[in-house]
Structures are given as C-alpha cells and as structure tokens.
C-alpha cells in the first residue's frame, strides 16, 4: 500500500478529530493537508503505528491552529457558529460520533480552552487514555487528568439531550417550514420548545441576528418575520448536517446556496435553530464530510 493510499484510508478519521477541536471545516482540511505533507516525508520504516502518528500530528497542528483561530474569533461579527458539514450514514450510525459533532455540543467545546477541548475529544469521543492524550500533547500524565476533570464537569452541565435526524424529525421541520410560510404564530408556537433558542451567523458579510433569541414567542416571531421579508424568493430543501435534520434555503433566480438552517429536537419539539448564511461557511457545506471514530485506539509510534 502506498504512502497516499495508507493516509487516504484514514483520512475521515483525521478530518473528524481535526474539525471537533476546530469547529471549521477549512481549518480542518488545512490541518489534514499539511499532516500528509509531514507525513509524506517521514521514512516508513520510522513510523511503527501510523494511525497514531497521523492522530498525534493532526492533534498538534489543530491545537496551534486553534489558538490563532480563537484571537481572531475574539474580532467575528456577530454570533459565531462553527462551519456545518453535510453529514451521512456514518454519523447517525454511531450516536456517541453524531452527538459530538452536532452545533449544540461543538458551542458547548467552544467555551472550553484549546488544551480542554483537544482532551475532552480525544478522551471522550475517540476513547484514548489520559496517558496516550499526555504524549500526544506534550504535558504530564496528573496535568491531563486535571484538565480532562475540569472539561468533563464543564461539559456535562452544560451539554443538551441529544436526538440525531430520524423519520420524525423531518415531519416536525414540515410543520416548522409550513407555519412559517403561513404566518401562523401559534402554530409555530406549537413547535418549538418554552426554552428554544435561534442562532444565526451572517459574519457581518450578510443581514442576520446580531445575538441569539430565546424562547417560544420571540423565536416564532422573528421567523414570521424573516419568513415574510425573504422565503418568498426561496427554495427550501432538506437535508442532513452535522446529523441534524436541516433545511438548504437557494435563492429563487441563480439556486445560489444562501443559507443551512439546521434544527435540533427533543421529542416532538424543537430546541434549538442554527442558522449560517456567511457566505464563507458555505463554499463547501455541500461537500459529503465522511466521519470516522475508531473502535480500538492505538497511539504507539514516533513523536513528530
């Protein structure tokens, strides 16, 4: 097997632990891209595991990648919401991977610090020990189990009940989408959850909320509202993203991708809408992200 045949197997893997501690989707490419230009000049012979090389390279270049992407965030226009990515089959098989990659967990690991976030991942959804995270980052094995406690507390009381995209999810959005074209308030209101809150993220380059809105009534007037000024001139159509039931709205003339509405459930109510229309988030949204969370980790070989 060649060197690019042994990275491209591994690849999904790679792209999914990069993208859950950077919550971009270009940042995680550029973090795969530059590993395999690492990776292609190592000997062979020098790498004994080279699934644990590659987790420990892209570990390293996401974590320097997110601590420059956090001073510039620090500058974002408006809400900031990480870059969706269509996802498939291979999320909603897995729920532990579907739910750590959904918009409510991945805003929950933004409140953590960088060192926090790439150890809950690594230790949470891809199962590597305390010991093998502290190798791989360069601190001691007590320092990582603190940091790990601290992250695990933070998590849990802030994270939501998760529920990925079903059957029944998309008859709740038909109801969502409907009284929303309608005007209907009430019936909106009968949708959405006493707590729910909408997001969106224009990044200053298009119109959009400047900061979330909560609860049953005001969401289900600014969606009327937004329904009334632009969804005339759209085309809604369904998809899956960040194993979320979603809606791609195109404009009417060009089909031109404007916004990823992505809608999350408990039950039969919604709980939460994520909506990004900055048009930098959407270059590739559309691109299928295949997702990996190996069963057995194995973090034997060099250090890079």
Known sequence: MSERDAFDQLRPLLFTIAYEILGSAADAEDVVQDSYLRWRDIHPDAVTHPRAYLVQIVTRQALNQL????????????????????????????????????????LVLETL????????????????????????????????????????????????????????????????????????????MDVLAPDVVQISDGGGHVAAARRPIFGAEQVAKYVVGLAQRSMADMHAEFGSFNALPAVLFRSGGEGRLDSVLMVELTGDRITGLYAVRNPDKLRTAEVPRPLDRPTKPDVKGVSP
């Open 67 to 106: 601590r420059s992407a956090r001073r510039r965030r620090e500058d974002y226009v408006g809400n900031w919401l990480p870059e969706p990515i269509r996802t498939e089959h291979d999320a909603s098989h897995d729920i532990l991977l579907a739910e750590s990659v959904s918009m409510a967990m991945l």
């Open 113 to 188: 610090g960088p060192t926090e976030r790439a150890v809950f991942v690594l230790s949470e959804v891809f199962g590597h020990s305390l010991v093998e995270i502290a190798d791989m980052i360069g601190k001691t094995d007590t320092s990582v189990r603190q940091i790990a406690h601290r992250a695990r507390q933070h998590v849990q009381a802030r994270r939501k009940r998760f529920q990925p995209d079903t059957g029944a999810s998309r008859a709740v959005v038909d109801r969502f989408l409907l009284a929303a074209r309608t005007g209907d308030v009430h019936a909106l």
